[in-house]
């Protein structure tokens, strides 16, 4: 029997045995399994490791865990494993294309279950684009509308809280030097435009980006 202790005791004067399953009641996973970063579309740095014990705290040797992705749309290497000697299975869990919370399923076949969490990073070098405010027509000595940009990684999914540096042309002044990027990837500056009527420029890079964007703004 998976995940049970089958302990038999044999009659003095006959061939009777009476057997006690010990049965698989506990699944706990391992601290450095727990709580870790990766980056989107790629396994974790530590495999998931969850113990099998029973009632009494005893390892359970050949219990079969059932893994099962919760959210994320990741994925992991086998869909159960089998404790060891020790009563550990493993499994390595590769992430799901979305930044955040994503979290996987351990379970055993008495019904107790362990939730495993890990947090996805945006992955490699991604895209800055303009969202709105490119070629403005303002008064001179005025203010533009935001403008505002959009940065993703390379799977489209949006970067929070990176830094996006602003910088300008002709005589303006920018509302900021520096902007964060919100939880949806997008952040804004805006320009006061000089009291001389010119075209100017508004750059906005970041490292995150392969490229920076520029906005044309024409004080009138």
Do not use: Y
């Not at 060891?84 to 294309?97: E, Q, R």
Request: include cysteine; proline fraction near 5%.
């Amino acid at each position: 029997m998976g995940g049970a202790l089958l302990l038999s005791n044999a009659a003095c004067d006959d061939k009777d045995f009476n057997t006690i399953a010990i049965l698989a009641t506990s699944i706990t996973v391992d601290a450095a399994s727990q709580n870790q970063v990766g980056v989107v579309g790629q396994p974790l740095p530590q495999p998931i490791v969850v113990h099998v014990s029973d009632p009494n705290g005893s390892s359970i040797t050949n219990a079969v865990v059932t893994w099962t992705v919760l959210t994320g749309g990741g994925s992991v290497s086998a869909p159960t494993s089998v404790t060891d000697a020790n009563g550990n299975a493993s499994v390595t869990w590769t992430l799901g294309p979305t930044v955040g919370a994503q979290s996987l399923r351990a379970s055993i076949e008495t019904g107790a279950s362990v939730t495993i969490n890990a947090t996805a990073n945006a992955a490699g070098t991604g895209t800055l684009s303009i969202v709105s405010g490119n070629n403005q027509s303002v008064t001179a000595g005025a203010a533009t509308t935001p403008l505002s940009v959009l940065l993703v990684d390379a799977n489209g999914n949006p970067v929070p809280n990176a830094t996006v540096t602003w910088s300008r042309t002709g005589a303006g002044t920018l509302s900021a030097t520096t902007t964060t990027t919100d939880a949806n990837g997008n952040t804004s500056v805006t320009l006061t435009t000089s009291t001389t009527p010119e075209t100017a420029t508004v750059t906005g890079s970041t490292a995150g980006a392969a490229a920076p964007v520029v906005f044309t703004i024409t004080g009138t």
